[in-house]
T-cell receptor, first 112, second 114 residues
Framework: AQKITQTQPGMFVQEKEAVTLDCTYDTSDPSYGLFWYKQPSSGEMIFLIYQGSYDQQNATEGRYSLNFQKARKSANLVISASQLGDSAMYFCAMTRTHQFYFGTGTSLTVIP | EAQVTQNPRYLITVTGKKLTVTCSQNMNHEYMSWYRQDPGLGLRQIYYSMNVEVTDKGDVPEGYKVSRKEKRNFPLILESPSPNQTSLYFC?????????????FGPGTRLTVL
């Protein structure tokens, strides 16, 4: 069963606008972690942000914030003030019981 | 410089010829892991290791072996590669047994099995 679902295969956003990338997850464990990674066309995996299941506040890292809605099992990534360099694949991931599960990714294109 | 290294970066081989992809990290991380990335499927975990001599299967372990004899190294072994193992492979390492802290990824190894 798919544990991480990213329903947006491709997204477009105007430069300087904000964009939300959707992610829903499925687990019955009370303890888990949620991550977002960026993969530019060069192929490397870049860590963006982490949210623990017990964290009370939404995680933020610079222009990235994670909108964590536990009851809905969603962990959407919000990128504010998009830049051309944000064009990339974005993967949502979950860790529980030491295993990691990744979504299929969202391709984001920032339009000048 | 803190990093995860993988070798080789690119490899073309033939069906049935045993190969090893090496992975090494210099951050003294306990947790290491291997993933494969295929178009439309995202990354899938092959094996992970929580410490020396402790390894466990991920979601797609069939056809792969690993070992963790030293903390810094976590090689991926394909005893008899097949064309369906053609993929992009990533090694990653992290602290706190993979939970809580970010994983640092290697640059990837693109494997083609003919």
């Amino acid at each position: 069963a798919q544990k991480i679902t990213q329903t947006q295969p491709g997204m477009f956003v105007q430069e300087k606008e904000a964009v939300t990338l959707d992610c829903t997850y499925d687990t019955s464990d009370p303890s888990y972690g949620l991550f977002w990674y960026k993969q530019p066309s060069s192929g490397e995996m870049i860590f963006l942000i982490y949210q623990g299941s017990y964290d009370q506040q939404n995680a933020t890292e610079g222009r990235y914030s994670l909108n964590f809605q536990k009851a809905r099992k969603s962990a959407n990534l919000v990128i504010s003030a998009s830049q051309l360099g944000d064009s990339a694949m974005y993967f949502c991931a979950m860790t529980r019981t030491h295993q990691f599960y990744f979504g299929t990714g969202t391709s984001l294109t920032v339009i000048p | 410089e803190a990093q995860v290294t993988q070798n080789p970066r690119y490899l073309i081989t033939v069906t049935g010829k045993k190969l090893t992809v090496t992975c090494s990290q210099n951050m003294n991380h306990e947790y290491m892991s291997w993933y494969r990335q295929d178009p439309g499927l995202g990354l899938r975990q092959i094996y992970y290791s929580m410490n020396v001599e402790v390894t466990d299967k991920g979601d797609v372990p069939e056809g792969y072996k690993v070992s963790r004899k030293e903390k810094r190294n976590f090689p991926l072994i394909l005893e008899s590669p097949s064309p369906n193992q053609t993929s992009l492979y990533f090694c990653a390492s992290g602290g706190v047994a993979g939970g809580g802290n970010e994983q640092f990824f290697g640059p990837g190894t693109r494997l083609t099995v003919l």
